[in-house]
T-cell receptor, first 117, second 112 residues
Framework: GAVVSQHPSWVICKSGTSVKIECRSL??????MFWYRQFPKQSLMLMAT?????????EQGVEKDKFLINHASLTLSTLTVTSAHPEDSSFYIC?????????????FGPGTRLTVL | GQNIDQPTEMTATEGAIVQINCTYQ??????LFWYQQHAGEAPTFLSY????GLEEKGRFSSFLSRSKGYSYLLLKELQMKDSASYLC?????????????FGKGTKLSVIP
């Protein structure tokens, strides 16, 4: 399966600052990547679908101006949390799918834990 | 839309068998996945079902009944390392058919 990395693995920032999280597909060219958020003891919630070379598709309730997604190449997608606040503290996970076939599972990155003070 | 239900927590004894249930209500269905997630880590793939029946993979098996909107994950010969959250996820058959909707997860504690 695909190998996915994320950087940084954890970050602490002050309220009001912006944080960029990188997601890389190391051995697979991904036209589509997914960004999830997971609060403690909650499930993964899909935030947006990142499409290479085009705008991301955001889920209902996710502010596109606050969570900026850039999918500049087939191996890299970035999520920037702008003007972060304590309520944005969460575990952010990206994933890639090896295709759109019905049996293609998603492979997840190791996640980035964001703490906003 | 999707509605996925699974128990919040379960406890089982090392060496025993445990079954984790998942029920779903979806507007479309294109397969069901089970993932394992240890605390603070990303989910890892366990199994995939798209047709009715049982899929066996070592100590783990997964069952699907599409007519009942029901699946279960069966873990045999439990080991302490199996203590984790188990996530049921459904793939939609609508637009963006590769998207997954996750249940809230079942936290399994394996005790000696």
């Amino acid at each position: 399966g695909a190998v996915v990395s994320q950087h940084p693995s954890w970050v602490i920032c002050k309220s009001g600052t912006s944080v960029k999280i990188e997601c890389r597909s190391l051995d697979f060219q991904a036209t589509t990547m997914f960004w999830y958020r997971q609060f403690p003891k909650q499930s993964l919630m899909l935030m947006a679908t990142s499409n290479e070379g085009s705008k991301a598709t955001y889920e209902q309730g996710v502010e596109k101006d606050k969570f900026l997604i850039n999918h500049a190449s087939l191996t890299l997608s970035t999520l920037t949390v702008t003007s972060a606040h304590p309520e944005d503290s969460s575990f952010y996970i990206c994933s890639v799918s090896e295709g759109t076939g019905v049996n293609n599972e998603q492979f997840f990155g190791p996640g980035t834990r964001l703490t906003v003070l | 839309g999707q509605n996925i239900d699974q128990p919040t927590e379960m406890t089982a004894t090392e060496g025993a068998i445990v079954q984790i249930n998942c029920t779903y209500q979806t507007s479309g269905f294109n397969g069901l996945f089970w993932y394992q997630q240890h605390a603070g880590e990303a989910p890892t793939f366990l199994s995939y079902n798209v047709l009715d029946g049982l899929e066996e993979k070592g100590r783990f098996s997964s069952f699907l009944s599409r007519s009942k909107g029901y699946s279960y994950l069966l873990l045999k010969e439990l080991q302490m390392k199996d203590s984790a959250s188990y996530l049921c996820a459904v793939k939609d058959s609508g637009a963006g058919s590769y998207q997954l909707t996750f249940g809230k997860g079942t936290k399994l504690s394996v005790i000696p």
